[in-house]
């Protein structure tokens, strides 16, 4: 039984599976054999991209994973005794059948009180970043992903479970291909990572005009477009100040990497509107799922400045167009009644990251953050919006 029982549908904007090692592999084609390798370090087992062992997910077998909501208090108080990750995180436990198949999450689901949800990829978020000089081999590799995903757990298992294919944008019209494929099989979300796409010519922004056919296709099918939190790249940049050539590794404590914690999420927010996408695609469904909302503010403020110096730059309101079109989907301990304020409760989601230990161990108490917002507000937020989002 759910710890309490709401008087509305529960939609989750931010639930995650955890891969099996075939994941990646087993329909990746042959002339790709050998790129994604799990070998044996010290006793553990490693994923290496390319012969290059990473780090990025520690144990990307996912056989034992941190216990759902394991750093509620780390987030939601800090960390005044200095503790180390391994200590926040607590006991491990052993990945169960819920977290790898489709049937046992729905009878989980039931007991945690959500009747649906989006499910993200966990070991998706290495893919890009560590293939970005081989546009080929991405694609190859997310459609292998996604053919795995669609065969273990759809893309709409029963109605309730919403798994989000990932898109890479490096080669368009196989993206469009592929965004396609997705589509006919059910999709109704599409995760897209929040960074320069990678190219044959170099990175370049989601929301330069030669992306636009993608992003109509989009709107054609009414595919919501998830940018969840993931590897963005940014690394590269912290090592110019750092040295070294070290990639991100999230479960370690990097205090100055920290501080740019958003940097990728506000870049791609402002490319939404500087490089004029967003204007140009206006019935384009947009979220940002997995990344708070501590970028906002400073970035709405820094949209009007450049507005009020350039408004020659922009077709309208920058700010304005953000607040109007982007959907969040904040961290549980952010101040969920200040954003409603700031973008509109029709343009907050909830999202519990579960069963990440980042997340909540009891997705439901998300509307304990909402105490100040009457029931019609909480309703919106815990459910109604991403349910308009979604509708087909």
């Excluded at 490693?46 to 941190?66: C, D, H, L, M, W």
């Excluded at 290495?126 to 273990?152: G, K, T």
């Amino acid at each position: 039984m759910p710890s309490r029982v709401l008087p509305y549908p529960l939609f989750d904007a931010d639930n995650h599976l955890y891969e099996t090692e075939e994941s990646l592999t087993r329909y990746l084609p042959k002339e790709y054999a050998g790129a994604i390798q799990y070998v044996q370090v010290r006793g553990r087992t490693k994923i290496a991209i390319r012969g290059q062992i990473s780090e990025y997910i520690p144990n990307p077998t996912f056989e034992v994973v941190a216990r759902p909501g394991a750093m509620e208090e780390y987030f939601k108080i800090g960390n005044p005794d200095g503790k180390s990750k391994r200590e926040i995180f607590g006991e491990p436990m052993r990945a169960v059948p819920a977290f790898r198949e489709p049937a046992p999450r729905l009878a989980l689901m039931d007991e945690l009180g959500i009747q649906r949800t989006l499910m993200f990829p966990t070991l998706a978020s290495l893919i890009e970043e560590r293939m970005r000089d081989d546009p080929e081999l991405i694609m190859a590799v997310v459609h292998a992903l996604n053919q795995w995903l669609d065969e273990v757990w759809s893309f709409n298992y029963k109605g309730r479970i919403y798994t989000t294919p990932v898109i890479s944008l490096c080669i368009v019209e196989r993206a469009i291909e592929e965004l396609n494929w997705a589509a006919e099989r059910g999709a109704r979300a599409i995760l897209v990572r929040p960074a320069p796409v990678p190219g044959f010519r170099g990175p370049r922004s989601f929301a330069q005009p030669e992306f636009d056919p993608f992003w109509k296709r989009c709107v054609e099918l009414g595919v919501l477009v998830a940018m969840h939190s993931s590897d963005s790249g940014y690394a590269r940049y912290s090592q110019d100040w750092e040295g070294g050539r070290n990639e991100m590794l999230p479960f370690v404590t990097n205090t100055f990497r920290m501080m740019a914690e958003w940097r990728p999420v506000t870049d791609a927010v402002a490319s939404w509107v500087c490089h004029g996408a967003l204007f140009r695609h206006p019935e384009l469904k947009v979220s940002v799922i997995e990344n708070g909302s501590a970028w906002l503010v400073p970035l709405l403020n820094q949209l009007e400045s450049v507005y009020k110096k350039a408004p020659e730059g922009f077709p309208a309101d920058p700010a304005q167009e953000v607040r109007n079109r982007i959907h969040i989907s904040p961290f549980w301990e952010e101040d969920l009644a200040e954003l409603s304020s700031i973008v509109g409760v029709e343009r907050v989601l909830f999202g519990s990251d579960y069963p990440h230990p980042e997340g909540l161990a009891d997705p439901v108490r998300y509307v304990d953050e909402l105490a100040t917002l009457n029931e019609n507000d909480q309703a919106k937020i815990m459910g109604g919006n991403l349910a308009r989002l979604i509708a087909a």
